[in-house]
């Protein structure tokens, strides 16, 4: 899927088995202390969820895995014979996290586990690696960021392209278009197109069906445990594991499970971090009560009148990605403006991020993409699936984190969990 | 018009008192609506269940089964689609109407599960309405949780009262519902219950407890709360109390109970002291700063002095929003003293929060002997200061080691300011070399062009690392006024990385200009003024400028040498633009050095990537690339570019691939990357091979991407689709050619068997198959499918043999009659030069093609091919060269051409290669046949759907689509012109049928001459939308069927737009009758107009004639007709 990350990923199990030898791996629990961790001493990490996307997750530098966790006993068995034989093994996250040598607690189930499990690695001390969407729902993600901090805890969030990599389609890492942005060559308000002709093509075959039958629950799952949170509904093949992306109680398609990937670069660049959109705007078809169905524009705008468009169609071949009163940035940095690039030379370059994990967690800086950064951008993306399942416009309170006169939106923002898990 | 019509309906009925359907039908019309395709239609939809009204919406409910028993499906989307529309502001009786059918329904639904979807309904539009229906499912085990959730959303006095109720009554799972409930509804009644369960041996059920306690927030619950975390060790476990009592001290705060919230802080802060408790500390300690927001400044300053790292920087991070000019006292007293490692760490603080009250103590600890604190430092007093700190910082930089010099100039990167160049250029000369190094380096990053002056100066420094920066910086820093410098520096330069740096210089300084031979001319002036090995140099430098010449000389720099090799394909690689794209295909075929191979295919491939070539053309391209490349690597690139060329015949070669182990994955996500884009691909090869691809597709999101291609399958269009033509082993298929369609019709069987055999045998010495491909080799006669084919789409690759005699010729035969032309259009003699693709045989109708669009003699090159009815549309490489034109019938020109005969591959002397022949057979439209009793009238048919052969004049803007003659004026291009028969009539009866679009204008012309405006020089029976608004104005005799400007028809006969008018036309002397959908809108005798002028005032000279064509009168409108017949009453 990411095609950079999975290279490097590669790369690294190669580079891995060889230099494995030259760490020390204690838990930084041990150390503690002003002493802490020399730069070479490898990290204790914990993964819940390790289905295909967890399992994934395993090789990153500096970290080694100490415990897994699933609730499907089939991938905890096939997990844990891919680690060290002393690997500890978990049907129940909060029995994993209370493990003191374990440094970072690294979640990887479907996104209506995110928040829980967050704010719980954060009650017992753990710093946080999540996969994206950051969490479920706004109200989630708000807890998460509080919890995190609160605790003086260290989150990453699991994309990449707002401190390296290059853009799928784009050509080119965020960095010079954060340069482009923040010079004012190309005017101000911005208006951002993600669509197939730059950078990414929506996926939307991520749907999913309506009607579905129940089926008898498979003897390795833990379908309760696997619901969690989420409202009761029967047991069907398609509402789990690689497919449960198309259904709202856990995910909510291409947009959530993408979204965040495309549009935390967005507005890093577009100097966001702290804010939200003003608006969402939707269309799409009508939308399943259970089933995540497709769409065919969503916008964005904020206060200042920049805009996100989210561009499910594609129709306009020739859209720039950025477009502002003074010029246009297409696809491979290419402009209308002329020598963009010697232009562009006489500006600032941008703040620095810290672009490696175990270097926030040993100095104790926030990672580049962190709870609050994070949250934001998830925001975003719940705000459109808010809009979406609505299959209306809305307004919204950057400030108060709240939809504008709209009752029914504001009661998605925060849905109560599934006794007993709340957070 | 007739599609809008039919959407409206629905909408229409639902507003009209006149809607006589039954409930059961109105239901059955809405759900067959749903889901709705945008938020027009979802709102027209919900109008129509607001309608319906409650009783009927609750009808529509109880259509809900059982999971698995039934289709639910439309049935949630109407109810969700009405919870929405019902909540919108302004629609609150609806919202009740939605909250009365719920409950109802609910009481009445037996499935749990449909009971649990009405139920998260409620949580949506419930208001105190709904708490009464909901209250009773809090003692059910499943129920229990989606009526807690749902009141937890109403939030009233009544849905509190409900839930608090039911604290005690509920059990098991349903409790721990309820307590959650009770804590998020903070109904402070609920406490006494809750505090006899906190103690509870059941750990869930504690823990629910306490978060609601903490949640409610009474001052009285502290001691309960805070025995619970002492139970707990002060440690993470399953009651969770340590978070709890965090959360209580919070929403204490927020009560304004702040200084019990103190009480909590500090009871967790005194027992929560061990290491791995210090996140448990962090949080009390910013409850004790947040609760005490005056003072919290000095107590997170305290923090500083801790041992542990995690709590200091917490305390920092806690501290910035607290941070104001008035409390930085505070913390620059803190600066002074605590450990380096904490120093850096409040430097980094208040580099966060800009403080300026900082900057000149953080500028002095830029000097400090800790590593880490000094560079903290320099890193904040930029970020606070600026561009105003260069100069201290340079002072800083001028005596630091590489670290420091490296911090320091990625602080002077990120500041603002237009005279930094210049003071940087400033530092230059004085610095040592390390610095001077990371200067040159920081006026290149700015493209500092004003201060390339300082650069120059340090090209020979005597210090060869600054040597190397001040070069490498050139690239960045030139502009075109640098290139005699930059020429005369090449002359001077003799080492490899230097010149490398000065060419790489020459290149950027003219990117960016528009290039003309001008600047070719003075490269290859430098260049002859060089030593031979120079010249290399040079190479990449012309490339960048591009043209003919300069292609020219570096491709015979590459034959001449083989040290001019490595330079030379880099130059080609890098081209301006894909002119050099020939060059490196050939080295990629022809190298036996893999390195070289591999710079020259990349290369191409690049260039191919970045060319502008339609879809078809890059394939060729990208084939050739293929038969270039040598390893799985290589061709792995192919099969990737190949993803972006949406068309068939690209989606059919990588499926070639999905059987070569190496490369089966990479080809599948190709085939699946076209075939998802189109909808349109089906038949059985496609088939094939998208269920090849499902199986070959690997990795997480595979069970998502086999999905979608299943999806894609079970929608794809019925029928055969493409079907190969020549299988690329033998001739199975094809047979030799016997005489012509005619002669051949001539033949009796026995005789057609023998010629057969004949040409059969004749065929094997003509046409070859070699290496996959079909070959004719240069004598023998045309190769004929044995199939006979009449509306098809055909896919052909063909290729001239270049056998130096210039006498290239082939041509593909359609309908066993000549042809799609193909010629070496360097024929100037025989007219070659118009380009293959034409309807050579034409001679009539068009018979060039619209462009040349024909590759090179020995390459590939590639025909689609329309044939529908009597017209013919050519794509060639993708441009279209032949546009929906009529083929004529060669071998008998007063017949039109055959309805269906062979396809032959023409031999005309020459030797031609083809491959990958595909064809899709279309329907055919059932030609028109007269009636019976027409038939014995003497009727006869002048168009039966499938050809014009009778007509004659636009034949271009007049179409045949599905079986009519359909006028399509191009926008902007005119009235779209007249179509006439080919004969002339003076008394007859004409019938036929005609369909209107809005406001269309065209006429019937009779005893029209080709020339001439028809309407005057003979006659214009009106066809016209009369009734449209534009139209209002008209005078009587433009009516629809009006003799134009004479005689008035009667209007009002018309059927509604959209559907088809019969009319029939009699004449007969001087008398013109129009009788339209049965009734006579014209009774004319012309006899008095011939006398007296027209109506109009106008002469009329056509009033006069005896006999003309019959014509359709164009006037820019899109009109469609059908069945058209005539009797001739002359030739009684």
């Known amino acids: ?423 | 018009m007739l599609l809008l019509a039919v959407l409206i309906m629905p909408a229409a009925f639902a507003q009209g008192s006149a809607d006589q359907r039954t409930t059961t039908t109105r239901i059955a019309d809405l759900l067959a609506q749903l889901p709705a395709r945008d938020a027009g239609q979802l709102e027209n939809n919900m109008k129509e269940i607001s309608e319906l009204g409650e009783a009927g919406f609750v009808t529509l409910i109880n259509g809900l089964t059982a999971p698995g028993k039934g289709n639910n499906a439309p049935i949630e989307y109407a109810v969700g689609g009405f919870s929405a529309y019902a909540m919108q502001n302004g629609k609150e009786a609806e919202r009740a109407m939605s909250v009365r059918a719920y409950c109802k329904a609910l009481e009445m639904a037996s499935d749990k599960q449909n009971k649990e979807f009405l139920i998260s309904q409620l949580e949506l539009v419930g208001k105190d309405d709904a708490v009464a229906a909901l209250e009773p499912y809090l003692m059910d085990a499943q129920l229990a949780d989606p009526s807690a959730r749902a009141l937890v959303k109403i939030n009233s006095e009544a849905s509190k009262n409900a839930l608090a109720n039911a604290l005690t009554k509920a059990t098991g799972a349903a409790q721990l519902s309820v307590i959650e409930a009770v804590g998020l509804t903070r109904n402070k009644q609920a406490i006494a219950s809750l505090t006899s369960l906190a103690t509870s041996k059941d750990k869930n059920l504690v823990k629910a407890t306490l978060a609601a306690l903490a949640r409610i927030a009474d001052p009285a619950s502290a001691p309960v709360l805070a025995a619970a975390a002492s139970q707990a060790g002060f440690q993470y476990e399953n009651t969770n109390a340590v978070a709890a009592n965090l959360l209580y001290a919070e929403m204490l705060i927020k009560d304004g109970n702040a200084s019990v919230a103190r009480q909590v802080a500090k009871q967790l802060t005194e027992n929560a002291k061990a290491e791995n408790q210090v996140h448990t500390r962090t949080a009390a300690l910013k409850i004790l700063a947040d609760s005490d927001p005056q003072n919290a400044s000095n107590i997170l300053a305290g923090a500083l002095d801790d041992d542990n790292k995690e709590y200091r920087t917490a305390a920092l991070k806690f501290a910035v929003p607290y941070f104001s000019p008035a409390t930085s006292g505070i913390w620059l007293s803190k600066l002074r003293k605590g450990s380096p490692e904490a120093q850096a760490e409040l430097v980094g603080m208040l580099g966060r929060t800009q403080s300026k009250e900082a900057l000149p103590a953080i500028l002095k600890l830029a000097k400090n002997k800790d590593q880490n604190l000094k560079f903290a430092a320099i890193d904040a007093a930029s970020a606070i200061g600026g561009a105003q700190t260069i100069d201290e910082l340079y002072k800083v930089m001028k005596k630091g080691d590489s670290t420091t010099i490296d911090t320091i100039a990625a602080a002077i990167r990120r500041m603002k300011g237009a005279d930094i160049p210049e003071k940087i250029a400033g530092y230059l000369p004085k610095s040592k070399p390390e610095v001077q190094i990371a200067l040159i380096n920081l006026l290149a990053a700015r493209s500092a062009n004003a201060q390339i002056g300082s650069i120059y100066d340090l090209l020979d420094s005597k210090n060869p690392e600054v040597k190397t920066a001040a070069y490498q910086a050139l690239k960045r820093t030139v502009n075109k006024n640098d290139v005699p410098r930059l020429f005369a520096l090449m002359k001077s330069q003799s080492d490899a990385q230097e010149l490398q740096a000065l060419q790489d210089a020459t290149i950027a300084a003219y990117t960016g200009n528009t290039s003309d031979s001008a600047d070719v001319d003075q490269v290859f002036q430098q260049m002859s003024s060089m030593p031979a090995g120079k010249q290399v140099w040079f190479y990449k430098i012309l490339g960048n400028l591009g043209g003919q010449k300069a292609l020219d000389a570096v491709t015979s720099a590459y034959t001449a040498n083989e040290a001019n090799h490595k330079s030379a394909v880099e130059a080609l690689a890098s081209w301006r633009d894909a002119a050099s794209a020939p060059a490196l295909l050939k080295i990629s075929k022809e190298s036996s050095n893999p390195e070289e191979l591999n710079a020259a295919l990349l290369g191409y491939m690049n260039l191919v990537r970045k060319s502008n070539f339609p879809p078809e053309q890059r394939l060729l391209k990208l084939r050739e690339a293929m038969s270039a490349a040598r390893t799985t690597e290589q061709k792995a690139l192919v099969l990737k570019d190949l993803e972006q060329v949406k068309v068939i015949n690209a989606l059919l070669f990588a499926g070639r691939y999905l059987d070569d182990p190496t490369l089966q994955e990479r080809a599948a996500r190709s085939v699946m990357g076209i075939a998802l884009a189109d909808t349109a691909y089906h038949g059985t090869l496609v088939k094939d091979l998208l269920n090849k691809t499902m199986a070959a597709l690997k990795g997480d999101d595979s069970s998502y991407e086999k999905e979608a291609i299943r999806k894609y399958l079970a929608e794809m269009p019925a029928g055969e689709g493409f079907v190969p033509l020549f299988n690329g082993v033998d001739l199975t298929g094809w047979k030799g050619l016997v005489g012509d369609p005619l002669k051949r019709a001539k033949m009796d069987a026995k005789t057609l068997a023998s010629e057969q055999l004949k040409a059969d045998s004749a065929m094997r010495d003509s046409w070859k198959v070699i290496n996959g491909e079909l070959h004719f080799v240069g004598h023998g006669n045309n190769l004929a499918t044995v199939k006979k084919y009449g509306d098809f789409e055909m896919l052909v690759d063909w290729k001239i043999i270049d056998d130096k005699q210039r006498k290239g010729d082939a041509g593909i035969y359609l309908r066993g009659s000549p042809q799609v032309q193909i010629w070496d259009n360097a024929r100037v003699e025989d007219g070659a030069e118009v380009g293959s693709g034409g309807l050579y045989n034409n001679k009539v109708n068009e018979s060039k093609p619209l462009k040349v669009a024909d590759n090179k003699l020995d390459e590939w090159n590639t025909f689609r091919i329309l044939m529908k009815g009597d017209r013919v549309t050519v794509y060639l490489n993708g441009e279209l060269v032949t546009d929906n034109v009529i083929l004529e019938n060669y071998w008998d020109k007063n017949r039109p051409i055959f309805d269906e005969e062979q396809i032959e591959l023409q031999a005309h002397g020459s030797p031609v290669a083809y491959r990958d022949i595909y064809i899709r057979e279309i329907p055919r439209v059932k030609p028109y046949q007269l009636s019976a009793a027409e038939k014995k009238a003497g009727f006869k048919v002048l168009f039966d759907g499938t050809n014009m052969h009778n007509w004659t004049g636009n034949t271009t803007d007049y179409v045949i689509e599905n079986g009519n003659i359909a006028i399509r004026p191009k926008p902007g291009k005119g009235s779209g012109g007249n179509l006439f028969t080919k004969e002339e009539f003076s008394d007859f009866v004409f019938r036929f049928e005609f369909q209107l679009t809005p406001g269309a204008n065209n006429g019937l012309g009779i005893r029209a001459p080709y020339e001439g405006d028809a309407a005057y020089e003979g006659m214009e029976l009106q066809i016209l939308d009369n009734d449209a608004p534009i139209y209002k104005d008209l005078h009587k005799y433009q009516y629809h069927g009006s003799i134009y400007g004479t005689y008035a028809a009667k209007r009002g006969f018309l059927k509604p737009l959209g559907e088809w008018n019969y009319e029939e036309v009699i004449v007969k002397g001087p008398k013109i009758k129009v009788i339209l959908n049965g009734t006579v809108i014209l009774d004319a005798d012309i006899t008095e107009a011939r006398k007296n002028g027209a109506a109009d005032g106008k002469p009329h000279p056509g009033l006069l004639r005896n006999t003309g064509h019959i014509g359709f009168l164009g006037h820019g409108s899109p009109v469609q007709f059908r069945y058209i017949r005539i009797k001739d009453l002359s030739k009684k």
Request: with cysteine; proline share 8%; hydrophobic share 35%.
């Open chain 1, 1 to 423: 899927m990411e095609v950079n990350q999975e290279n490097s990923r590669r790369d690294f199990i190669k580079k891995s088995a060889v230099a494995l030898a030259a760490f020390t791996i204690v838990p930084r629990y041990v150390l503690g202390g002003p002493g802490y961790l020399a730069p070479s001493d490898k990290l204790t990490k914990a993964v819940i969820g390790v289905g295909g996307m967890g399992r994934n997750h395993f090789p990153y530098e500096g970290t080694q895995v100490v415990a897994i966790c699933d609730v499907d006993k089939g991938h905890l068995a096939k997990a844990a014979s891919m680690l060290d034989k002393g690997v500890k093994t978990f049907s129940d996250y909060r029995e994993l996290i209370k493990l003191p040598e374990v440094d970072i607690v690294h979640i990887a189930t479907p996104p209506h586990w995110h928040g829980i499990m967050a704010v719980d690695a954060a009650n017992a001390g753990k710093d946080i690696w999540c996969e994206k969407p950051m969490t479920h729902t706004i109200g989630e993600g708000k807890r998460v960021m509080e919890a995190v901090q609160q605790h003086g805890r260290i989150f990453r969030l699991n994309t990449w392209f707002r401190f390296k990599d290059v853009f799928y389609g784009m050509g080119t890492p965020v960095k010079p278009i954060k340069k482009l942005v923040d010079s004012g060559l190309l005017g101000w308000p911005l208006k951002v197109t993600v669509s197939k002709h730059t950078g990414f093509d929506w996926k939307f075959y991520w749907v999913g069906k309506d009607n579905l039958p129940p089926e008898p629950v498979p003897a390795e799952l833990d379908y309760d445990a696997w619901l969690g949170p989420a409202p009761y509904k029967p047991y069907s093949t398609h509402r789990v594991h690689q497919t449960f992306r198309g259904y709202w109680d856990y995910d909510g398609g291409g947009l959530s499970d993408m979204g965040q990937h495309y549009l935390d670069p967005v507005q890093y660049f577009l100097g966001k971090d702290d804010t939200s959109p003003v608006s969402v705007e939707v269309d799409a078809p009508q939308q399943h009560t259970d089933a995540v169905g497709i769409w065919r524009r969503i916008t964005y705008t904020y206060a200042d009148g920049c805009q996100i468009i989210l561009d499910g169609e594609g129709k306009d071949e020739q859209v720039p990605y950025i477009q502002g009163p003074k010029g246009k940035l297409y696809p491979g940095f290419k402009s209308d403006i002329p020598d963009l690039q010697r232009k562009l030379a006489a500006f600032p370059d941008p703040e620095p991020q810290i672009a490696e994990f175990s270097h926030s967690v040993k100095t104790r800086q926030p990672f580049a993409l962190n709870e609050q950064n994070g949250y934001r951008s998830c925001t975003i993306v719940n705000m459109g699936l808010v809009a979406l399942k609505l299959g209306r416009s809305l307004k919204f309170d950057p400030k108060e984190q709240r939809f504008i006169d709209d009752e029914e939106a504001n009661r998605l923002i925060n849905p109560v969990m599934r006794a007993p898990y709340f957070i």
